[in-house]
């Protein structure tokens, strides 16, 4: 079946810095991925979705590659704040709906 | 409302009783999800409505876990003879439809002593 692997060692980026976290998926290349945030205490906040036929999703400072060959998807934030230290989710959609998630990578920000 | 509304927000019980966990999704949301997350997991997934209907249930822990939706709207997930690793956050998603971004409630912590 389907596994995602994100890195489980927190991130530690510095401000202003791009913070760039990895998502790897082992079989079959999913219809599309996404991309959520998750504060402490809190329900996962959608962020960015990317379909298999694009290589690439920007929002405002953040950027999504899909990479169907590596079986990757990469999430870049740029000019990164302390703000936006959080626990950063993939999810991938199996064939019955199913999103299919990863543990999530924490990124933490240093002023 | 304006999001996805879960209560309570948290629940201790003792090992054994029944729970009854609420979601009030966005309204025009036709997809709900059920999920329970453990302390640094991801989020597994337990069942989905489209509408009132669960066209699978297999990611249901075992027999002691039951959901039904009702009116389109909102939707309950029943503990029975809670067990002490039944003890997660459950989170519950609505979205427009099921190929559409989920909106998280945030989640009723359960505990079982």
Partial sequence: ?111 | GAGVSQSPSNKVTEKGKDVELRCDPISGHTALYWYRQSLGQGLEFLIYFQGNSAPDKSGLPSDRFSAERTGGSVSTLTIQRTQQEDSAVYLCASSFDLYQPQHFGDGTRLSIL
Avoid at chain 1, 5 to 13: D, K, P, R, T, W
Avoid at chain 1, 26 to 43: E, H, I
Avoid at chain 1, 75 to 85: K, N
């Fill in chain 1, 1 to 111: 079946s389907q596994k995602i692997e994100q890195n489980s060692e927190a991130l530690n980026i510095q401000e202003g810095k791009t913070a760039t976290l990895t998502c790897n998926y082992t079989n079959y290349s999913p219809a599309y991925l996404q991309w959520y945030r998750q504060d402490p205490g809190r329900g996962p906040v959608f962020l960015l979705l990317i379909r298999e036929n694009e290589k690439e999703k920007r929002k405002e400072r953040l950027k999504v590659t899909f990479d169907t060959t590596l079986k990757q998807s990469l999430f870049h934030i740029t000019a990164s704040q302390p703000a936006d230290s959080a626990t950063y989710l993939c999810a991938l959609v199996e064939s019955n709906y199913q999103l299919i998630w990863g543990a999530g990578t924490k990124l933490i920000i240093k002023p």
